[in-house]
């Protein structure tokens, strides 16, 4: 279904540029008209452009956003070494994944900057999934009967957050982010990826919105699915290309409740997340798009619904990450602006040093039986 929706779509982009070719050669024969050229109606010769677009950018997701086949609900899996997506052992979490009733994984490659300030995104040889092990565990999931979304990540070796850097030189560090995003539209596409992710909570860089509508234009060059952004919670409002794409992708870390020690109810953290649920509502009404949670998760510790975008120093508390989860879906079930939920996260490859008893991982947690419930039970 999801592959016959597509080429209708396709098909009728393609018989609207043929009459719209049609249109001007039989009725415009002025040879001295000041059309634009295709760049110029592209807005931008590349993601580097310095000065973007000076018009509208023709994208024909503009006028027919691709349909989503949805809901799209599992988890971000993340993998931070050569071979961690191809271990056998990951093959077994994929079907445990699919008997939670997940419909999509999201799979999270990333390269990095060496600093906040540096203008070349590059592969580590030790931390970046190679291609081999990321193709591997994409046929594991398509056999598993789910999707598989690519999601390509930025990181900082300093440990940086992503939405603080700041380049030096931005026309470069668009040159090497098209290259980044160039290879994994490529991969996405050769490796029958249900959905493509643009870029991640790049807040300081995604108010440069020509050069974004140019990377979403190189994407779909490449891509022929689904594309979104995934916008941290705080930067939503500030993208402004949602146009261009085919779902309003959001890192839902908002908080919940407050910072002072309470213990949330599941009625108040319900609450909460339904204010929040009426924000992204309104946001689809505005930009005639779906919403995507492209990540949302809470550690399992005291404090996590106040600070759900961190792991602090408090103890474990499963109990809290299992009651966030069971609000999200009460809240959230049954909203047909909503295309799907991918949580944030399942490891594929932990290493020793760290603490997944705080983490945010549900695995082998309490959080684990309320997603698999919430998954089965989840009306979009």
């Given at each position: 279904m999801r592959l016959h929706l597509r080429l209708i779509a396709l098909i009728i982009v393609v018989v609207g540029l043929v009459g719209g070719v049609l249109a001007v050669t039989v009725f415009d024969t002025?040879?001295?008209?000041?059309?634009?050229?295709?760049?110029?109606?592209?807005?931008?010769?590349?993601?580097?452009?310095?000065?973007?677009?000076?018009?509208p950018t023709l994208n024909y997701a503009q006028a027919i956003p691709l349909p989503i086949d949805g809901p799209l609900l599992g988890v971000n899996l993340t993998a931070y070494t050569r071979d961690g997506y191809a271990e056998p052992k990951v093959q077994d979490m994929i079907g445990t994944l699919?008997?939670?009733?997940?419909?999509?994984?999201?799979?999270?490659?990333?390269?990095?900057?060496?600093n906040p300030t540096a203008?070349?995104?590059?592969?580590?040889?030790?931390?970046?999934?190679?291609?081999e092990s990321l193709a591997r565990v994409v046929s594991w999931i398509r056999e598993a009967g789910m999707q598989a979304v690519i999601k390509p990540h930025v990181d900082v070796l300093d440990d940086s957050y992503r939405g603080d850097i700041q380049p030096t030189d931005r026309d470069q560090w668009f040159r090497s982010y098209g290259d980044f995003i160039d290879h994994y539209a490529t991969f996405a596409a050769s490796n029958s990826a249900g959905m493509f992710v643009a870029g991640t909570e790049l807040k300081t860089m995604s108010t440069e919105t020509d050069r974004w509508?140019?990377?979403?234009?190189?994407?779909?060059?490449?891509?022929?699915g689904p594309v979104t952004y995934a916008a941290n919670w705080d930067e939503v409002d500030?993208?402004?290309?949602?146009?261009?794409?085919?779902?309003?992708?959001v890192d839902a870390y908002y908080p919940l409740s407050p910072d002072d020690g309470s213990t949330p109810t599941l009625q108040s953290l319900t609450s909460e997340w339904r204010k929040v649920a009426s924000q992204l509502e309104a946001k689809s009404q505005q930009w005639d798009r779906p919403v995507?949670?492209?990540e949302v998760g809470y550690p399992s510790q005291v404090g996590a619904t106040a600070k759900p975008y961190e792991v602090t120093d408090q103890p474990p508390d499963q109990n809290i990450q299992a009651l966030a989860y069971r609000a999200t879906f009460d809240a959230l079930s049954g909203s047909d602006w909503l295309k799907g939920i991918s949580w944030w996260s399942w490891r594929a490859d932990p290493g020793d040093g760290e603490q997944l008893d705080i983490d945010y991982t549900p695995e082998d947690k309490k959080a684990q039986g309320v997603l698999a419930q919430g998954q089965w039970m989840f009306e979009g």
């Open positions: 002025d040879e001295t008209s000041n059309a634009p050229t295709e760049d110029q109606a592209l807005g931008t010769t590349g993601p580097g452009s310095a000065t973007g677009a000076t018009g699919a008997e939670l009733g997940s419909t999509a994984i999201t799979v999270v490659p990333t390269w990095y900057m060496k203008n070349v995104i590059a592969p580590d040889s030790e931390k970046t999934p190679s291609d509508r140019a990377i979403v234009q190189l994407v779909r060059d490449r891509f022929f500030q993208v402004q290309f949602w146009d261009d794409l085919d779902a309003i992708g995507l949670l492209t």
